[in-house]
């Protein structure tokens, strides 16, 4: 019976041994019952915060570049146009500096004053507006620039506008006085010089726009050389080149085939390649 007894010890020692692990089991899955308020909680949290703003990386989508190219021009329009004004409301002390070297001129057409002054004041208000227009192109390509190129455009940008106006102050004042003495000293008693306003402000015009851009040079050469293109061994080895391209590229944009015009621009593009080298090689010392 001891046996017995001792069997019969065993079976309810078992059964607790398996209740009590019948408890622990059953414990656990009081849990997911709390999942569910958890989830509903942490939904409420989400929804009374603020939104997230959308990190910015800097990309824009097509449409959203078109709409700021487009506000650009907008705002370029306007400076040009705003400027336009302020020309013509300065158009008599404007046309006497430009008649200055030609003296009198004289217009063949009943319309041919009326839509010069126009000309004239439209590109007086372009000039005006320069500054803007190089601003405004400075400020599209802003987003996609690093921080160091957005700090080297911020000093290329007013350089090569000052540079644009002293070429074209360079031109207007010393070049283009010694241009016109030189074509109107082929004058004489039987020939007499007679300028159409028209022509003579076109004529203007194209002479004198080419040296803006030909003052850009010691600016292009620096930008080069500052990004590894170009040294000073490089610029010294094709000066000859220059010298003849220089010779060739004003004979292409001076508006009349005569070598004094073609040398008024070569001779300042062949200076300003100099003042470049010299810049490269003693200063940047490359």
């Given at each position: 019976m001891s046996g017995g007894m001792t069997e019969e010890r065993e079976v309810p020692d078992e059964a607790a041994a398996a209740s009590v692990q019948g408890t622990a089991t059953e414990r656990p899955t009081a849990a997911p019952e709390e999942a569910p308020a958890a989830e509903v909680k942490a939904a409420i949290e989400t929804a009374a915060a603020p939104p997230e703003e959308p990190e910015d990386d800097g990309?824009?989508?097509?449409?959203?570049h078109l709409t700021e190219l487009r506000a650009r021009l907008?705002?370029?329009?306007?400076?040009?146009?705003?400027?336009?004004?302020v020309g013509y409301y300065f158009l008599d002390e404007i046309m006497h500096y430009l008649t200055l070297p030609a003296g009198k001129l004289y217009y063949m057409q009943p319309s041919e004053a009326f839509f010069t002054y126009l000309k004239v004041a439209i590109a007086a208000g372009f000039l005006l507006?320069?500054?803007?227009?190089?601003?405004?192109?400075?400020?599209?390509f802003l987003p996609a620039l690093t921080r160091a190129e957005r700090m080297v455009l911020g000093l290329i940008v007013p350089s090569s506008v000052l540079l644009f106006f002293g070429g074209l102050a360079f031109s207007f004042f010393l070049v283009l006085p010694a241009a016109v003495q030189f074509f109107m000293g082929f004058g004489n008693a039987e020939l007499e010089a007679l300028f159409s306003v028209d022509k003579y402000f076109d004529f203007v015009i194209w002479f004198v726009l080419p040296f803006g851009f030909v003052f850009e040079l010691p600016l292009v050469i620096i930008i080069l050389a500052k990004i590894g293109l170009i040294g000073s061994a490089f610029l010294r080895k094709y000066q000859r080149i220059v010298i003849f391209l220089a010779f060739v590229i004003a004979a292409i944009i001076t508006p009349t085939p005569d070598v004094f015009t073609q040398s008024m621009i070569a001779l300042p593009m062949?200076?300003?390649?100099?003042?470049g080298y010299l810049i490269v090689r003693y200063i940047m010392r490359k």
């Open positions: 990309s824009m989508s097509l449409i959203a907008i705002k370029c329009l306007i400076a040009v146009a705003l400027g336009s004004c507006a320069l500054p803007v227009i190089f601003y405004q192109v400075w400020r599209f062949i200076v300003l390649y100099e003042i």
